[in-house]
């Protein structure tokens, strides 16, 4: 298992049965058999994938009376939202640079092509 939180989620999201548990769950608190009824897998196996998330910290496990729903750590999101929003900003910084760049060119150098040399054998 990654050592850094932000490695744990992106890892534990990264298998389809738990995206779709992630996304049931914020619909929902569900428990591991409601949890496990549309997959063909055993109750086991989705008591390990609860486990994974669990681990990664997206969710965790309450008990009210015999019943012991999962319920999803929204505050995760927030820990992938920052991650992914400073690249995302640096990424539209380029875009932003590039068509600056593309702005100040002269209508005719940007209309003009430079043929590339060729390589290879001549025939």
Do not use: C
Request: charged content about 30%; proline content about 6%.
């Amino acid at each position: 298992m990654a050592a850094d939180p932000l490695s744990r989620v992106f890892s534990a999201l990264a298998d389809p049965i738990r995206r779709d548990m992630v996304a049931r769950l914020a619909v929902a608190d569900g428990t591991v058999n409601e949890l496990a009824e549309p997959y063909d897998v055993t109750v086991q196996a989705v008591s390990k994938h609860l486990r994974v998330l669990e681990d990664a910290g997206l969710v965790s496990r309450s008990r009210e009376a015999q019943r012991r729903p999962v319920h999803l750590e929204a505050e995760v999101f927030d820990l992938m939202t920052k991650w992914i929003e400073r690249y995302r900003r640096q990424a539209e910084e380029r875009y932003r640079r590039l068509d600056d760049l593309l702005r100040s060119m002269p209508e005719d150098a940007a209309s003009t092509t430079t043929p590339l040399p060729r390589t290879g054998a001549q025939t």
